[in-house]
């Protein structure tokens, strides 16, 4: 497979001729982020993960696109029709030729006074887990790891990086970072790395690695 960071949270996941995109939201400045794909999956509501206008233009121009998704954004999405997949935790799907495991239930708390919104991660062909705004901890050679949220810590992506002990690690979820940020988070990442005798790093938006 070929994984390509996008912008934000934001990749593209391509085997042999078949693609999935994943979290194309508000903070994917790639106008071509979707071209192509044969399916989008997005694991929850919040505006930098979903895009809902995007979407609906993407499913008008390709009539072989479908959308999965939790609950919450297949309402947000209802107008769209039967091309629009809900899926919930333990599902096991095949999703454009991907073996796709459905993973996860509730975002990250925000704070105590904010009720927390469905979220799913997607654990693909056994080896990429993209978590959403989550830390669901998956026995998965490769992580797509939030590297900084309003909701999280440092630390916390850490300890998620040691609770599922990934073989490669790659930043997602880092848009909303300057150059300084940035240069920080990929400090940790190398640290962490040294750590755990392993691959953690930020892939650059519009790089990709072969797995």
């Not at 508000?26 to 505006?47: K, M, Q, S, Y």
């Not at 479908?66 to 999703?95: K, N």
């Not at 790891?145 to 073989?167: C, D, H, N, T």
């Amino acid at each position: 497979m070929q994984l390509t960071k996008l912008g934000h949270a934001c990749v593209r996941v391509r085997k042999d001729d078949r693609t999935l995109v994943i979290d194309p939201g508000g903070l994917t400045p790639e106008d071509d982020a979707i071209a192509g794909a044969d399916a989008v999956l997005i694991t929850h509501e919040h505006f930098d993960h979903l895009e809902a206008a995007r979407l609906r233009k993407a499913l008008a121009e390709d009539p072989r696109l479908t959308v999965h998704t939790c609950r919450a954004v297949a309402r947000i999405l209802g107008d769209v029709g039967d091309r629009v997949r809900t899926v919930g935790e333990g599902d096991a799907l095949d999703i454009a030729g991907f073996e796709v495991a459905v993973v996860g239930q509730k975002h990250e708390i925000v704070h105590p006074d904010v009720p927390a919104v469905e979220n799913v991660g997607f654990f693909i062909d056994g080896e990429i887990f993209h978590p959403g705004d989550a830390f669901t901890v998956v026995e998965a050679p490769t992580l797509l790891v939030p590297g900084q949220a309003p909701w999280m810590k440092a630390p916390e992506m850490i300890e998620y990086l040691r609770a599922v002990a990934p073989r490669r690690a790659y930043a997602v979820h880092d848009g909303l970072l300057n150059e300084f940020g940035l240069g920080l988070l990929e400090s940790q990442l190398t640290g962490e790395a040294e750590a755990q005798d392993a691959d953690f790093r930020r892939l650059k938006p519009g790089e990709s690695i072969e797995l």
